[in-house]
């Protein structure tokens, strides 16, 4: 036990360790920008461009937790490595071409969407198939809700949220956009 700490303690940089992981906590909050900076230099061995200090005392935070109980293990590091090469879908990104309906049987194309294993659907959306209007600067737009998705614009979306932001250029919650939600 005394050599496994030894051993990793001279994998370690060379930092100063407080008494407790809440001092080198309250330490943090009280620096300000150059010494985040610094220290984030120090531990990662590399600069950083950041300038929100939120975010640097959280990597700040995560790298002392690191080296005070130690890092992933090789069994997540090998695990992390193999899915890395995985593409993963995007949220809220466009993930196909789809051709609008050929002739009255609008639910046959909704089932050309995802080809992926199935996902529950919110309960909050309305039934497939269903036409969602919104009225945006006079001009009228369309979603067709799917069973893995949204039909806008001949494109397959993840979310209301994306849709909207396709229309609109800016977050929004669909739910809230689409008229199928309250603002809070």
């Known amino acids: 036990m005394k050599k496994r ?20 906590l309250a330490a943090l909050d009280e620096m300000n920008l150059k010494q985040l900076q610094a220290k984030f230099l120090l531990l ?3 600069e950083t461009h ?5 975010f640097l005392r959280r990597k700040l ?9 130690g890092g992933l293990s090789e069994k997540a590091k090998t695990r992390i490595e193999e899915l890395r090469p995985l593409e993963l879908p995007v949220r809220g990104s466009r993930t196909a071409q789809v051709q609008p309906p050929v002739s009255g049987d609008k639910m046959a194309s909704l ?3 995802h080809e992926g294993p199935k996902h529950l659907r919110d309960e909050r ?19 067709v809700v799917a069973e893995n998705g949204f039909l806008y614009d001949g494109c397959t979306y ?13 977050s929004w919650n669909g739910f809230v956009f689409w008229g199928l939600g309250e603002r809070s």
């Open 125 to 143: 959306l309305p039934s497939l198939g269903t036409v969602l209007r919104r009225k945006v600067d006079g001009k009228e737009y369309e979603v």
């Open 111 to 113: 089932a050309l969407l």
């Open 44 to 46: 990662y061995e590399a």
């Open 5 to 24: 700490l030894q051993a990793e303690a001279q994998r370690r940089p060379a930092i100063k360790i407080l008494r407790s992981a809440s001092e080198d």
């Open 61 to 69: 935070a995560w790298k002392l937790q690191e080296i005070r109980e």
């Open 50 to 54: 950041s300038k929100n200090l939120t």
């Open 158 to 170: 993840h979310s209301l949220s994306s849709v909207a932001k396709a229309i609109t250029g800016t």
